[in-house]
C-alpha cells in the first residue's frame, strides 16, 4: 500500500510531510522519500526501509522549504533500492512526481521517450510519467495541462502527485481509476494533499476528494478543480467527524463496502514490487530461503486454510498446477491436522492461505506438516502474524487492514497471490518461455482496470437485493476456476445475511440438486466465457425449464446467456485464469446488498469472529 502526503503553505514542509508519512506507516512500505522546493531548487530525501531511517537522514541532511511531497512506497516494478524509491525527477531536476497505481502501457511509453531522447535512472514504471509531464510542460507552459495530457496517455489506474521549480507556488494532484484515492486538505493559509484521511486530518478537517478523471491546482490559498478535459469543477468541502471509526469508513456505510470498492488498489497493492516486465518474470521477495534447487524439486504441495481463504486454496489447485506442473492437494486446515496426512519432507512443500494468519486450525495444521519435516510457504496479510513467522517463505497480501468479517478484498488478493505463485515456480522450474509469461504478465497489469470496471458499472445490485431478500435459500452453480467461486459468493450470503445459500459444482446438478430447484430459491450460475461456457448455459436451461430463477454472472455481450436468465450481471472479458477475480466481485456486492436490505449486521455478522483463533 502506498501512501503521498503534501503541503504548501508558511510552515516548514518537511516536518508536516514527515509526520503525514508516519500517520500512513500501517499501510505497510519498503522505501519512503519527500521532495520539497528549497531556495527554487529541487532536494530530495529518499531511503530504503523504515521512516526512521528518513527522519535520521532528515536530521543529518535538513531541507527547509514551505512546500513539498512525500511518499512511501511498496515497490512497483524493479527492485526495493533507494534508486527505485519515489519521489522521482525529470532529467533537468525541475519536475517531481509521486504516483500510486500501475502504468500497463509502460513500455510503448517509455520506449518513445528513450527515442525523444530522455534518460531513465530507475525500474519504476512511475519514471515515464515524470519525463512526460517534463515534456508537456516545456511544450505548454503550463503544469496543470502537462499533467492532464500526460495522463490522457496512461493506460491503468493511477493517482499522481506533482511538483516543480516552474510553478513553486503550486502543488497538482491528479487521479484516473481507483488504485489510489487523492484528498485535497484546506488549512488557514496552507493546504494539503494525501492519499488517505489519517495523514493530514490533524491539520484539517476539512476535504475534498477527487473523483476519477479530476485534477486539483493546489496553492496556499486554496484549490482549483478541474476535469481531465480541461473543464473547470466545483467540488464538494465536506467537514470529517472526528470519530476515528467514521474516518476510518471514509464515508462508507459499512467496512465491507469499502473494502470491496477497494479492490482495484488491493489488486494493484498485491502486484507491486513483484514484476518485472524487462525480464518479464515474477518476483517474490518472500521465497528466497527456498533455493532454486528446491523449487525445482518440488513434487507436490499441500494447500491448507479455512473458509474464504479454503476457496482460495482451491482455486490456487487450477493455478499451479496449470502455470507450474505441480500437483496441488487442497484441504481444509480442520480436517488436515487430523487425518495424519502421508507427508513426503524431500518432496512435499505446505501452502497455507490465511488473512489473519492467526486461525488455529491453519497455525495447527502447519504444526503438523512441520513435525513431519515439510518446508512451508505462507500467504497472509496482517504483517509478523504467527502464519508469518512459522513459514519457511512468506508472501504478503498487501491488502491494508480488513475490518469486515466477511473477507472480500483480502480474498481477491489471495487470488492474485497463488497466481503469482504459480507463474513463479513456472518460471524457475523452466516451464514458462518468456512470452507465455509476457501474457501472463500483461493479463496481471491489466486486472485492477477490469476490476475498476465492474465496480463502476453501475450495476442496480439494490433492485436484485429488494427482490430477492426474502427467499430463505439460494443455491451457487459454477464449474472449473468458478466452482470455488460459487461455493464463496454462497459463503458471502450465508455469513452475513443468515440465508442458506450452497454453492455446488454446476456438473453435479443432476446428482441430486436439481431436485431442489422450484420458483422458491434463485440460483447464482457463474457463466462466463471459458471452456465450460456452454455447458453452464446448459445448466441454467435445466434450470430455467423446472421454474427455476436464474441469476447470472456473464462476460459482456454474452446475449445468449442474457437471453435465458432472468437477470444478467455482466463482468469484463478476462484470462480464464484471473477470470475469478472478477466474477466474485458480483456475488460480493449482491450479498452486501441482499444483508443491508434485512438491516443485518454487516460488518460484525451474528456468530462469527474475523479471526477464529480459538477452537
Ligand atoms: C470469510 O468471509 C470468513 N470470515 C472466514 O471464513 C475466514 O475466511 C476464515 O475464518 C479464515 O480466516 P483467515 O483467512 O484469517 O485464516
Known sequence: ????????????????????????????????????????????????????????????????????????????????????????????????????????????????????????????????????????????????????????????????????????????????????????????????????????????????????????????????????????????????PWDPVAVAKEGYKHFMLKEIEEQARSVTDVIRGRLDLEAAKVHLEGLGSFSAEQLRTIKRIYAVACGTAWHAALCSKFLIERLAGIPVEVDYASEFRYRDPLLNPEEDVLLVISQSGETVDTLAAMEEARDKGLRSISIVNVIGSQAARLADAVLYLNAGLEIGVASTKAFTSMLVATYLLGVYLGQERGLLERPQREDLLQDLIELPGLVDRILANGHDYEALAQRYFKRRDFLYLGRGLNYPIALEGALKLKEISYIHAEGYPAGEMKHGPIALIDENMPVVAIAVRDHVRDKMLSNIEQVRTRGGIVIAVATEGDQEIADQADHTIFVPAAAPLLAPVLTVIPLQLLAYHIAVRLGCDVDQPRNLAKSVTVE
Open 1 to 240: 500500500m502506498c501512501g503521498i502526503v503534501g503541503y504548501i503553505g508558511p510552515r516548514e514542509a518537511s516536518t508536516i510531510v514527515l509526520a503525514g508519512l508516519r500517520r500512513l506507516e500501517y499501510r505497510g512500505y519498503d522505501s519512503a522519500g519527500l521532495a520539497l522546493i528549497q531556495d527554487g531548487e529541487l532536494v530530495l530525501r529518499r531511503s530504503v526501509g523504515k521512516i526512521e531511517n528518513l527522519a535520521s537522514l532528515l536530521a543529518q541532511q535538513p531541507v527547509e522549504g514551505h512546500v513539498g511531497i512525500g511518499h512511501t512506497r511498496w515497490a512497483t516494478h524493479g527492485g526495493i533500492t533507494e534508486a527505485n524509491a519515489h519521489p522521482h525527477t525529470d532529467c533537468r531536476g525541475e519536475i517531481v512526481v509521486i504516483h500510486n497505481g500501475i502504468v500497463e502501457n509502460y513500455r510503448e511509453l517509455k520506449e518513445q521517450l528513450l527515442v525523444d531522447g530522455h534518460l531513465f535512472r530507475s525500474q519504476t514504471d512511475t519514471e515515464v510519467i515524470v519525463h512526460l509531464i517534463e515534456k508537456y510542460r516545456h511544450r505548454t507552459g503550463d503544469l496543470a495541462v502537462a499533467v492532464r495530457l500526460t495522463l490522457a496517455e496512461l493506460k491503468g489506474s493511477s493517482a499522481v502527485v506533482v511538483l516543480s521549480t516552474l510553478d513553486a507556488q503550486q502543488i497538482v494532484a491528479a487521479r484516473v481509476g481507483n488504485a489510489g484515492g487523492v484528498v485535497v486538505g484546506y488549512g488557514q493559509g496552507e493546504m494539503f494533499v494525501a492519499s488517505d484521511l489519517p495523514a493530514i486530518l490533524e491539520h484539517t478537517q476539512r476535504v475534498s476528494f477527487l473523483d476519477s478523471k479530476e485534477l486539483a491546482v493546489i496553492s496556499e490559498s486554496g484549490a482549483r478543480f478541474l476535469t481531465l478535459a480541461g473543464e473547470p469543477l466545483q467540488k464538494e468541502v465536506q467537514t470529517i
